[in-house]
């Protein structure tokens, strides 16, 4: 570029004749500041005469104004600094290139973005015009209501039971004879004998490794606000220290995680025998054979009971272990405790509680080995048993009957749907088991005989 400039010089000073004695010398003056020198032979001249130079020099120095100009103009405001030709300018374009390309940048992203929402947008209208055509093809019934069409005053002659019999018309439905049969046997309103188990409903997966089992109830008989039998209990047992309850507002809630409150139990958890029962929550204490009751209300213990013999920490649990040689459980009749002792050499001893004070009001012991059954559960003072915890297709196995001191085996399917079912238990006011099985918090229907005249 300093060449082209010279050049350029030479042309304006002398024209092309002079080309070979024009130079350009490029450096700093005392302040730093850069500044260009030209200098000039005259082949006519030894020495300069006058000090103006006269017309020619006045020539000359219009010609270096232009020249500096256009120098300017091309170096682009060069700094004081010293940097070279064009630095300015160079640093003026990357800046405004980087730019355009950020600029370039976020038009592609915005583009993907319209883009992804204009597809969401397409799939939507897919799925709806889908469901359009189906309600299309779909025959549309409606029911005319009693009088509807008619004048008023054919309305007003008609008689009110002619309007009557219309409306109760309208909600008659046909039952199939199978179900009435199926019916027919089942006790909807009182106790009864255990005739079938429905299939698993999932309500909430744990999402951690303390929630690989646990307990999770509603109370079937609350006592009082600020909880009812909508709400919610749930306890993750995996731990050495145990002690967080929490509890959600209905099903609804417990299903997207969202508790209302934790309450932090003043005494650790042992397994998953805990139940709930009239606002207080029943469970044994960290390795030891003590029954706690904590009212629910009042957010504090009030009773406290040594279950009498009772074996703890692994001396005659469920076939799947995990500590639990006592199981405490709730039916129409009360508050059950399931275990063993030394005495019934590991067969299940069952005793009715005081739901008060814990104390022991009588007890039974049967001939089902606890450690060969995987879980049990009561209803109407009826012990059930479980053969497999890990099975997908087990059954209910063993029945104990409290009132004639009686147990037979039976054959009830019962499904392991998630292959490790620790925890189930007895709603009577749902008429629902609770079960926790591997990670999954899961209901049952269960559907009731008419007790056998033996039981009654």
């Given amino acids: 570029m300093w060449l082209q400039v010279a050049l350029c010089l030479s042309c304006l000073v002398l024209g092309s004749k002079s080309q070979d004695r024009a130079s350009l010398r490029r450096s700093n003056d005392h302040t730093g500041r850069c500044q260009y020198s030209f200098t000039v032979d005259n082949p006519a001249e030894a020495s300069c005469s006058g000090a103006s130079g006269g017309p020619e020099m006045e020539g000359v120095k219009s010609r270096l104004t232009l020249l500096e100009a256009l120098v300017s103009r091309l170096l682009g405001g060069e700094g004081a600094g010293g940097e070279g030709p064009g630095a ?8 405004a290139y980087s730019q355009a390309m950020g600029d370039k940048s976020q038009l592609q992203e915005d583009k993907e973005q319209l883009n992804r929402q204009v597809q969401g947008l397409q799939r939507m209208v897919d799925e709806l015009s889908v469901e359009a055509e189906t309600l299309r093809q779909r025959p549309c019934h409606q029911p005319q209501a009693a009088g509807a069409g008619l004048p008023l005053h054919e309305l007003n002659q008609r008689p009110a039971s002619d309007a ?13 004879a199978s179900r009435l049969i199926q019916d027919a046997g089942q006790n909807h309103t009182g106790c009864g004998e255990l005739v079938s188990v429905g299939e698993p409903v999932l309500h909430r997966k744990a999402d951690s490794i303390t929630g690989k ?43 997207k995680g969202f508790p209302m409150k934790v309450i932090v139990l003043p005494e650790p958890v042992e397994s998953t025998g805990a139940t709930l029962y009239r606002g207080s929550l ?12 904590y009212d629910l ?7 406290r009971l040594d279950l009498p013999h009772a074996g703890f920490h692994g001396q005659h649990p469920y076939s799947w272990g995990g500590y639990t040689d006592i199981d405490l459980a709730v039916d129409e009749q009360g508050l059950w405790a399931v275990y063993s002792t030394s005495k019934a050499k590991g067969a299940i001893v069952v005793s009715q509680l005081d739901p008060e004070s814990l104390e022991v009001k ?36 063993h029945v104990f009957d409290t009132a004639t001191g009686q147990s037979r085996a039976m054959a009830v399917p019962f499904k392991n749907r998630y292959r490790y079912n620790s925890m189930v238990d007895y709603n009577h006011a749902q008429r629902k088991l609770y ?15 008419r007790l056998s005249r033996s039981s009654q």
């Fill in 164 to 176: 009557l019999y219309q409306e109760m018309k309208a909600e008659v439905t046909e039952v199939p």
């Fill in 88 to 95: 300015g300018g160079d640093k003026t374009i990357q800046e």
């Fill in 435 to 449: 079960a926790w099985d591997n990670f999954h918090m899961i209901t049952y229907d269960v559907r009731l005989g």
């Fill in 362 to 397: 009588r007890s039974w012991e049967t001939n089902i080995r606890k450690n060969t059954v995987a879980n049990s559960f009561m209803i109407c003072g009826r012990l059930y048993t479980v053969a497999s915890y890990t099975a997908p297709d087990t059954t209910v196995n």
């Fill in 282 to 293: 029943y469970y044994q204490r960290r390795r030891s054979r003590t029954l706690l009751r």
């Fill in 297 to 303: 209300a009042y957010e504090s213990l009030a009773a």
């Fill in 213 to 255: 089992y646990g307990v999770w109830l509603q109370d079937p008989e609350p006592m009082a606000p600020p909880y009812g039998n909508k709400t919610v209990w749930r306890i993750d047992t995996v731990g050495k220290d145990v002690r967080q309850l929490f509890a959600y507002e209905d099903m609804e809630q417990f299903a």
